[in-house]
């Protein structure tokens, strides 16, 4: 094992030439980022799913219940063990034929065992009260993380001059508050790399996992080898636009449509600039080309301009779902259907209510609308959910 971490952590791939890891341990002079201080983001990214549970029950639901956000999840499908059978054993999307052949052994028309499996699968789902839960704690969460990288950055001179990201390298000192800055954010992506298995479940849960596991991966291999100075820069930048997403949902789920509209139309602003244009513009730059100026040649330095160049690729993605949000809210002069809602039924299907061959195996049709279940920001918005 110390052979494997021997050769994984050679110096010659992860520092520049000239610089070893004897330049990186601390003194009693100065103290600088050790690998060892990782062990920290995992008790704490417990400790913070811990605080997280509390939050939800006894600051967020009282403030939604308190707001009026609709408790109940999903009206749930009528019982038959036929049909729970063949959902739960068979396929949860019966095809043309299986609904066929269902409607003739229940005497029940096609349309209505189409709404029974549709209800049922949307009595899988989480309700909107569960939904402004979870946005409201990661609202508050990225609120204040957002809020101490700025008052730690301003006061910091990289912040305005990003070659002071490597001025002084590696004998730039490890302050306390970039070292709980840095601690707290991974602990918090370590915390959302496991809890994404147990929260509401998106469309788009590949690309977050991928993105979670990029960012676990740049904040990991920056502190070990001190280059925190540009990933505190990264951290910030990318905060600032999920504070407005997640206040964006809240409104939504609280069925404030107006102001929902408005945030999102600030987080689009916000996203596109900082993303699409602060974050190419000042962090790709600095890595691309100051850090090579100022340091040389490394492997390294592929590495994690690669796994930058991978976030800027998933910006774009969510950049063009957010523009076509945008588009569908103002050319039609209001929010449609959430492309990525967890909630299924189809407007055309509350029109009216089927007719059974038989009235009294009627099913109900007052099923949950797409707009109460949206799982995206809100009920037109397709953009995703990114961290």
Not at 196 to 216: A, E, L, N, P
Not at 256 to 278: E, H, M, N, P, W
Not at 370 to 381: F, S
């Amino acid at each position: 094992m110390a052979g494997i971490l021997a050769w994984f952590w050679n110096e010659r791939f992860w520092l520049p030439h000239n610089v070893t890891w004897a330049d990186l341990q601390s003194t009693e002079e100065a103290a600088f980022p050790q690998a060892e201080d990782l062990y920290l983001a995992f008790p704490l990214a417990f400790c913070i799913f811990m605080i997280r549970l509390l939050f939800e029950r006894f600051i967020a639901k009282p403030c939604a219940l308190g707001l009026k956000v609709q408790a109940n999840g999903p009206q749930k499908a009528q019982p038959n063990a036929i049909l729970e059978k063949v959902f739960t054993a068979i396929t949860k999307h019966p095809d043309e034929k299986r609904l066929e052949g269902l409607s003739k052994q229940l005497d029940w028309d096609v349309r209505s065992i189409q709404r029974w499996f549709r209800q049922r699968r949307n009595q899988e789902k989480p309700s909107t009260l569960t939904k402004f839960c979870e946005s409201m704690w990661r609202f508050t969460f990225y609120l204040y993380i957002f809020t101490y990288g700025v008052r730690f950055l301003k006061k910091t001179p990289w912040l305005w001059n990003t070659r002071q990201c490597w001025n002084g390298y590696p004998y730039q000192p490890l302050m306390p508050d970039l070292h709980y800055y840095y601690i707290v954010e991974l602990s918090f992506y370590w915390s959302l790399m496991f809890s994404q298995f147990i929260d509401i479940k998106r469309k788009d849960f590949g690309i977050m996992f991928t993105h979670h596991i990029v960012t676990v991966t740049l904040i990991t291999f920056s502190y070990v080898t001190n280059l925190t100075r540009v990933g505190t820069l990264t951290l910030c930048l990318h905060d600032a636009a999920d504070v407005v997403l997640e206040a964006a949902k809240m409104a939504n789920y609280c069925k404030c449509q107006k102001l929902s509209d408005l945030l999102f139309l600030t987080f689009a602003i916000v996203f596109i600039v900082s993303r699409l244009g602060i974050y190419p513009l000042w962090v790709l730059n600095t890595t691309l080309f100051e850090l090579y100026e100022a340091l040389g040649n490394f492997p390294a330095l592929w590495v994690f301009n690669v796994l930058l160049v991978i976030l800027q690729i998933l910006h774009c993605f969510w950049s063009y779902l957010i523009v076509k949000a945008a588009y569908k809210a103002i050319s039609k002069g209001k929010v449609t259907k959430d492309d990525r809602s967890d909630i299924e039924s189809s407007s055309d299907e509350e029109e009216t209510v089927p007719r059974s061959k038989t009235p009294h195996n009627a099913i109900s049709t007052n099923g949950t609308s797409g707009a109460n279940g949206t799982n995206g920001y809100l009920t037109g918005g397709t953009c995703s959910e990114e961290h």
